[in-house]
């Protein structure tokens, strides 16, 4: 059995001004996603993308990502403690964040990105999405030091005890999901949008590709207490995520149809 080290959330303190270990994955993944696009870029992978569209995109990018899944919280899980005090939809640092409204709020800043540069959205989608589960890893390492989003009981030899939560053994799904929405995720997407591909399916490939991740690690997520199991015994994250997989399929199938064109 282990035991989570219950890491110190404060990386560095300088004065009153306190710099979180969560803070710094979130800037570590964005530069990851900025260092694997400039290398796409210099080696002729990026179709007409030039450096400073990736600059520009990853604005618009990190944008959307805090305001849609800040929202997204709210929206999906706790609609009625937001609605009863709105102005707490803008206290960031008390947490709260969800990956499938930052995901939405990522989509609807790229298309804005890709209306202003009249350049096509499909195409920007399956230049970003390879590089999004870097960002992805990052965070889930966040979440490990942060001793947060602790998994379910469990008897697996690497059960791991959150001193923090109890003294029952767990699964470390930190772990599970950086190695699965991070690792496999990148490795599988960066081989195949490799070579040359129809507009959409590498989008489309990701919305799947997380979706089905995240979908099987939820069984060893430990479910939010405030909303619980809800219906057919899945949680949140498993009824926003299936959605994922079938606009991923039905892109697939869309980009690889009979009289589509690379």
């Known amino acids: 059995m282990l035991v989570h080290p219950q890491f110190d959330p404060v990386a560095i303190q300088l004065g009153p001004l306190a710099v979180r ?7 570590a993944g964005f530069a990851l996603v900025w260092i694997a696009g400039r290398y796409r870029i210099r080696t002729a992978q990026s179709g007409v993308w030039a450096a400073r569209d990736l600059d520009d995109a ?6 959307g990502a805090i305001a849609g899944g800040r929202l997204g919280y709210v929206l999906f899980y706790k609609i009625g403690e937001y609605a009863a005090e709105p102005w707490r939809i803008f206290y960031l640092w008390e947490g709260g964040m969800s990956f499938h409204g930052g995901l939405l709020g990522v989509l609807a800043a790229l298309w804005w990105f890709a209306r202003t540069r009249r350049q096509d959205w499909l195409a920007i989608t399956d230049f970003i999405a390879p590089l999004v589960p870097l960002a992805l890893g990052a965070g889930r390492l966040g979440n490990f030091i942060n001793a ?3 998994g379910r009981a469990a008897t697996v030899p690497w059960a791991m005890v959150f001193p923090n939560v109890d003294r029952v053994p767990r699964h470390p799904s930190q772990l599970y999901e950086f190695a699965l929405e991070g690792v ?6 960066w081989w195949y949008s490799a070579g040359p591909r129809p507009r959409g399916a590498v989008s489309g490939a990701f919305l799947a590709g997380y979706g089905v ?9 430990e479910p939010d207490s405030f909303l619980g199991l809800l219906a ?4 949140m994250g498993q009824w926003l995520s299936a959605p994922m997989v079938l606009a991923g399929v039905a892109l697939i199938a869309w980009a690889y149809r009979p009289s589509g064109k690379a």
């Not at 496999?184 to 997407?189: E, K, N, R, S, T």
């Not at 991740?213 to 997520?221: A, D, G, M, N, P």
């Open 21 to 27: 270990w969560y803070g710094l994955m979130y800037l």
């Open 213 to 221: 991740l995240r979908f099987l690690v939820e069984y060893t997520r």
């Open 232 to 235: 057919l015994g899945l949680t």
């Open 58 to 63: 990853m604005f618009y990018g990190i944008l």
């Open 148 to 150: 947060e989003l602790w």
């Open 184 to 189: 496999v995720l990148f490795a599988v997407l």
